[in-house]
T-cell receptor, first 116, second 112 residues
Framework: SAVISQKPSRDICQRGTSLTIQCQVDSQVTMMFWYRQQPGQSLTLIATANQGSEATYESGFVIDKFPISRPNLTFSTLTVSNMSPEDSSIYLC?????????????FGSGTRLTVV | QKEVEQNSGPLSVPEGAIASLNCTYSDRVSQSFFWYRQYSGKSPELIMSIYSNGDKEDGRFTAQLNKASQYVSLLIRDSQPSDSATYLCAVNHDNYGQNFVFGPGTRLSVLP
């Protein structure tokens, strides 16, 4: 399975600022996914990042708040903009297994964000 | 709306016992089913996948799927304290990320 490097691993940020999270994969992948896991909660899909096209956002998530870049098949970034304490969560990038989504996801190590 | 339900737990079992984790899903046409293990402060790790009705065994883990009942379970035999974690059930309706839904997770505690 793919190996994903995600950084930063954690950060504490002031409200009103922005944080960009980077995700690097050791192989080329078509689709990358960004998830949020709020404290004590399960995973919620933020958006799907496709190389060469705009990201597809899930209901409740908008590009102005969570802009995503996907410059090539091994890299993606997620920015959390104009942060508030409600954005304190773990953010995870993921990719599908070989053969597509039917083989499940591999996750990065996650970014634990605290907004104060 | 597609939903995946799990008992939140905590589920406590003694070391060496069988832990049984259950998951139900609402979308009858779901095709792929996954169990993830998540240790506290870590990212989820895929431990089992199942696609057809019946049982699938991998070491101490057995996944069971019953599509008619829309039910998938995970059995952990000879439970160890190192199995203590949150177990997430995930269901994929088709091959697109928009239809990959996670359950809320069941917290398992294996008591030595």
């Amino acid at each position: 399975s793919a190996v994903i490097s995600q950084k930063p691993s954690r950060d504490i940020c002031q409200r009103g600022t922005s944080l960009t999270i980077q995700c690097q994969v050791d192989s080329q992948v078509t689709m990358m996914f960004w998830y949020r896991q709020q404290p004590g909660q399960s995973l919620t899909l933020i958006a799907t990042a496709n190389q060469g096209s705009e990201a597809t956002y899930e209901s409740g998530f908008v590009i102005d708040k969570f802009p995503i870049s996907r410059p090539n098949l091994t890299f993606s970034t997620l920015t959390v903009s104009n942060m508030s304490p409600e954005d304190s969560s773990i953010y995870l990038c993921s990719v599908t297994g070989t053969g597509g989504l039917s083989y499940g996801y591999t996750f990065g190590s996650g970014t634990r964000l605290t907004v104060v | 709306q597609k939903e995946v339900e799990q008992n939140s737990g905590p589920l406590s079992v003694p070391e060496g016992a069988i832990a049984s984790l259950n998951c139900t899903y609402s979308d009858r046409v779901s095709q792929s089913f996954f169990w993830y293990r998540q240790y506290s402060g870590k990212s989820p790790e895929l431990i089992m996948s199942i696609y057809s009705n019946g049982d699938k065994e991998d070491g101490r883990f057995t996944a069971q799927l019953n599509k008619a009942s829309q039910y998938v379970s995970l059995l952990i035999r000879d439970s160890q304290p190192s199995d203590s974690a949150t177990y997430l059930c995930a269901v994929n309706h088709d091959n697109y990320g928009q239809n990959f839904v996670f359950g809320p997770g069941t917290r398992l505690s294996v008591l030595p």
